[in-house]
């Protein structure tokens, strides 16, 4: 099991940009990698699934200006946001979960990074 830490949350105003990094303890070559989000009293939303080098899935809210990424050898991935919107104010959260082949299946959060966009 990883241990993971985000980095990169702040104050932003609409419009701006944020890069979001997310380091973890270990190898993630064979975890599925994602990024969520949670608005205060609301449930934690994927916005973003990198199962591979190049494979990475977004949902409507953040298609087209949420860009992820992930290196292997570095043990990281990040996050790239674009245009931000009010409404994409909250605490964000990498998360890796092991592969299905994985015998000893486990997942991980972070403690979160808190990110603000001003109206």
């Known amino acids: 099991q990883v241990h993971l830490v985000e980095s990169g949350g702040g104050l932003v105003q609409a419009g701006g940009s944020l890069r979001l990094s997310c380091v973890a303890s270990g190898s993630i070559a064979l975890y599925y990698m994602r990024w969520y989000r949670q608005a205060p009293e609301q449930q934690r939303e994927l916005i973003a699934t990198i199962i591979g080098n190049t494979s990475v899935n977004y949902p409507e809210s953040v298609r087209g200006r949420f860009t992820g990424y992930r290196d292997n050898d570095k043990n990281e991935i990040w996050i790239q946001m674009d245009n931000l919107k009010h409404e994409d104010t909250g605490n964000y959260y990498c998360?890796?979960?092991?592969?299905?082949?994985?015998?000893?299946?486990?997942?991980?959060w972070g403690p979160g990074t808190q990110v603000t966009v001003s109206s």
């Open positions: 998360n890796a979960a092991s592969a299905p082949f994985v015998i000893s299946a486990n997942t991980s």
